[in-house]
């Protein structure tokens, strides 16, 4: 089952920092669209960035804006979130997943982002003092 592995969540205080890293075994990643997604207790599951298979073209929640990065290691067959500037309500689990059609990043924002597959189990960020 092809599926992807996230890492790098904890528990961090407000303001604080973490990078979230996305691998994948056994498959290329440099053929999809790979996208950051988060899930909190009692709420939807939320799109946070989203990066192009190139690496040329990112998009993000506006909620994320200024505060959050993402980037691509095609030789590393690994997708990573920066996060700064942490806030409470950042506390979520968070999940990546590809698209191969597209392979950009169009047709996706925080409330619909279709075609996207081998979602991972997640990795839980805690944003607490």
């Known amino acids: 089952q092809l599926q992807l592995v996230e890492s790098g969540g904890g528990l961090v205080q407000p303001g604080g920092s973490l990078r979230l890293s996305c691998a994948a075994s056994?498959?290329?990643?440099?053929?999809?669209?790979v996208g950051w997604f988060r899930q909190a207790p009692g709420k939807e599951r939320e799109g946070v960035s989203c990066?192009?298979?190139?690496?040329?073209?990112?998009n993000y929640a506006d909620a994320v804006k200024g505060r959050f990065a993402i980037s691509r290691d095609n030789a590393k067959n690994t997708i990573y979130l920066h996060m700064n500037s942490l806030k409470p309500e950042d506390t979520a689990v968070y999940y990546c997943?590809?698209?191969?059609?597209?392979?950009?990043?169009?047709?996706?924002?925080?409330?619909?982002?279709?075609?996207?597959?081998?979602w991972g189990q997640g990795t839980q960020v805690t944003v607490s003092s």
């Open positions: 997943a590809r698209r191969m059609v597209p392979r950009i990043c169009t047709y996706w924002s925080s409330s619909s982002f279709p075609g996207f597959v081998s």
């Open positions: 056994g498959f290329t990643l440099d053929d999809s669209a």
């Open positions: 990066i192009s298979s190139s690496g040329g073209s990112t």
